[in-house]
């Protein structure tokens, strides 16, 4: 097997359980619970302003972003107004096309030789499933993120109430006159979710250029993101699992009042134990993408280099020597060699 995603699939499988046995084998249920969660959330705060702010204070004076069009300069060649901006309202378009649809991904492809009776060949193809598995990745997760923020309120807003249902592709009740029993729907998301991280596994250990440039950093989250929606999916539809007690937890944890809940079992604190690993590692690793897409140069400037001149500003100042005073100091030598002269 390839270690670099050998070595992050045993330290996420060692993780789930060292939140397994940790609750249930120690009753460390406490620091799975309150503890390890707060530390995660001031981490996550903390170290998310921390690499913003460092990235915003990173000098650009020049305009470098990636441009696919035609800049604007002569009245009578037509610009490209969204790919090669030129004002705030075509970087603030171009910047959600790119952040709500991740326009630039769907454009891309991908090179390969081809052996021809003529020769080698050289193919362009468009990569259309990376950019579906990566829009249902980010939707899909999303969604996950909005659903579970039902067990920090209360009650619970109708927004999240919405999504919910839409996001439940079926739920059957049984009723009878004494209780109610109902089977937990199924959420679409937790499925898209799992299916897109595996797709995108997938990509990385079957491609061999993709696997050839793929370090262990790009297979830990992807394994972490999947442990995580894996106990989700035991919590909700195979093990018994206390929703009242975790919502107890939580809120407790929005009021800084929290209390652990009995009959919760030690596959909640598994779950709970992986993301808060995923907050801490979030600040300091490639997923920071998140917040650092909105700072990028690349990205969120105008294309006016023709228009106006950039001048960078930290420039130490630089003795000049104009041609007036070069020709002062050669004139005779310059007469000599038979070189033109302005003044004689």
Not at 293 to 300: D, E, G, H, K, Q
Request: aromatic share 18%.
């Amino acid at each position: 097997m390839n270690v670099n995603y050998l070595y992050p699939l045993i330290v996420v499988v060692v993780f789930a359980l060292l939140g397994y046995v940790g609750a249930e084998g120690l009753g460390l249920q406490s620091l799975f619970g309150i503890y390890i969660p707060y530390a995660a959330f001031i981490v996550f705060v903390a170290g998310f302003i921390y690499r913003v702010m460092y990235w915003a204070k990173s000098p650009v004076p020049f305009r470098i972003p990636t441009t696919c069009g035609q800049q604007k300069s002569f009245s009578w060649i037509k610009p490209n107004m969204i790919d090669n901006p030129t004002t705030k309202g075509g970087v603030f378009i171009r910047m959600m096309l790119e952040v709500l649809l991740f326009r630039s991904l769907f454009r891309n492809s991908r090179m390969a030789f081809n052996t021809t009776s003529t020769g080698v060949k050289i193919s362009y193809y468009w990569e259309i499933f990376l950019w579906v598995a990566a829009l249902a990745f980010h939707y899909s997760f999303l969604v996950v993120l909005l659903r579970h923020l039902r067990f920090f309120f209360e009650p619970v807003p109708l927004l999240i109430q919405i999504i919910e249902n839409i996001d439940s592709l079926f739920k059957i009740e049984f009723v009878d006159s004494f209780l109610a029993v109902g089977l937990p729907g199924f959420f679409i998301s937790g499925l898209v979710l799992f299916a897109a991280v595996a797709f995108l596994f997938l990509r990385r250990v079957v491609g061999p250029k993709v696997r050839y440039i793929s370090l262990a950093s790009d297979y830990f989250p992807l394994f972490l993101i999947m442990g995580i929606a894996v106990t989700g999916i035991l919590m909700r539809y195979f093990t018994k699992t206390d929703v009242v007690g975790i919502k107890g937890l939580t809120m407790g944890l929005v009021t800084f009042h929290p209390t652990i809940p009995e009959g919760v079992g030690g596959i909640f604190y598994s779950h709970i134990f992986l993301v808060s690993t995923l907050f801490i590692y979030f600040p300091f690793s490639k997923l920071m993408h998140m917040g650092g897409i909105f700072l990028s140069p690349t990205r969120n400037l105008t294309t006016d280099s023709r228009n106006k001149r950039h001048v960078n500003p930290w420039n130490y100042p630089v003795k000049t020597h104009t041609y007036e005073e070069y020709e002062d100091e050669f004139r005779e030598k310059m007469i000599e060699a038979g070189l033109p002269v302005e003044k004689e």
